[in-house]
């Protein structure tokens, strides 16, 4: 079993010898420099030995309200009431004593004696000696500040994802009778194909596919922090005709060419998230691919268990520097003057770790990149 330094054994005697002749906390440490240092620390101590408290130092007093005198003078190890936490402080003493490296922390919730409630951290280290362990040493931090400010970015994240989810479904209605008006012009009005009035109403849908891209990309960013999905078997042939009709104007306006696999495995996800991914994949191989852009879809089932995903275009490959950056926030490539926010590739990654899969990249010898995705084999 792993040993704390003898002073610390050599401490717990001492305890035990001079019980009954002098302040608990003397017997500890007698060496002035010793408990001068212990006083001047930034945070709380605690030794406990034989299940009581036997020494704190003036900053675990501060913290907790009490008096020295007050904290190291209960019997039997007996605190007050509004500490359920040291209770479960001790109880991890007692069951970590056994363990070969006898140490461990938590966070537990205390109530001073004025009344005020605060979170403290404690690390702590059990002493043994051969199966003997009774002495351990607690370093405690106050963290009120910090989990009140975890807390209060939890509830803005929570209410910006509110906020994004509001927004984004009042624009559906709206945008929904943009484009059903603008395509009955189209089709029926006085601006059909040959008008020289087209050209505007063409700009209208195209505008109003970009918004709903948006939007879609807007609700899926505030629903893949927090909302749970369960995963099941995805009709892939299906979700990929699905995100190419969303792409089919940008395709066009590219001069795309994209070949995709018959067949495509099927494998366990979430069929709204995992279609975003072929729209981010596919819009990015196809703004950032050769003129024109050649892109091909496919998929290859592993040995493992799992599948892997793939959009292979014919543009400049990446370095490895620019491979470690591309999925993160606000990242995207300068190797073209296209339009976007960079967020796409981030989102990718979110719901690929959110679905217990992966995101893949490499450049390609013969040129251009593939970009992937692993998910398990269904």
């Excluded at 010898?17 to 302040?23: A, D, K, T």
């Excluded at 892939?236 to 306006?253: N, Q, Y």
């Excluded at 990718?348 to 390609?364: D, H, P, S």
Aim: some cysteine.
């Amino acid at each position: 079993m792993t040993q704390t330094p003898d002073v610390y054994w050599h401490a717990h005697r001492r305890i035990m010898r001079h019980r009954s002749q002098v302040p608990i906390w003397a017997a500890v440490f007698p060496q002035q420099s010793l408990r001068t240092f212990l006083e001047e620390m930034w945070d709380g101590l605690m030794i406990i030995a034989d299940d009581q408290v036997a020494y704190v130092n003036d900053q675990l007093c501060e913290m907790l309200g009490y008096s020295r005198a007050e904290l190291t003078g209960m019997p039997g190890g007996m605190f007050p009431v509004e500490w359920p936490g040291l209770r479960v402080l001790f109880d991890a003493l007692r069951a970590d004593s056994d363990r070969e490296i006898p140490s461990g922390d938590l966070e537990f919730e205390i109530v001073r004696k004025d009344g005020v409630r605060r979170w403290v951290f404690a690390r702590y280290a059990i002493h043994c000696e051969d199966d003997d362990c009774r002495m351990a040493f607690v370093v405690m931090t106050d963290i009120t500040e910090r989990r009140e400010a975890m807390e209060e970015r939890e509830q803005l994240i929570r209410d910006l994802s509110t906020f994004a989810q509001t927004v984004a479904h009042g624009l559906k209605s709206p945008l929904t009778l943009v484009r059903a008006s603008a395509e009955v012009l189209a089709v029926e009005g006085p601006v059909a194909p040959g008008s020289e009035f087209y050209p505007y109403l063409d700009t209208i849908l195209r505008g109003e596919q970009v918004m709903r891209n948006m939007i879609q990309e807007l609700l899926l960013l505030a629903g893949v922090s927090n909302q749970q999905v369960e995963t099941r078997p995805l009709a892939m042939d299906s979700i990929v005709r699905s995100a190419l009709e969303r792409l089919a104007i940008m395709t066009r306006d590219y001069g795309a060419v994209v070949s995709v696999t018959a067949n495509l495995p099927t494998a366990l996800g979430y069929a709204p998230w995992i279609e975003e991914v072929w729209v981010n994949y596919i819009s990015n191989a196809i703004k950032y691919g050769g003129t024109p852009p050649r892109l091909h879809l496919g998929a290859t089932v592993k040995a493992s268990g799992w599948v892997h995903f793939w959009v292979r275009d014919n543009g400049i490959g990446l370095t490895e520097e620019e491979q470690s950056q591309l999925f993160r926030p606000f990242k995207r490539l300068t190797q073209k003057a296209v339009s976007g926010e960079g967020l796409g590739l981030s989102i990718v990654a979110q719901i690929l770790e959110r679905l217990g899969g992966r995101v893949t990249l490499r450049a390609l010898l013969e040129g251009g990149n593939e970009f992937g995705f692993v998910l398990p084999n269904a």
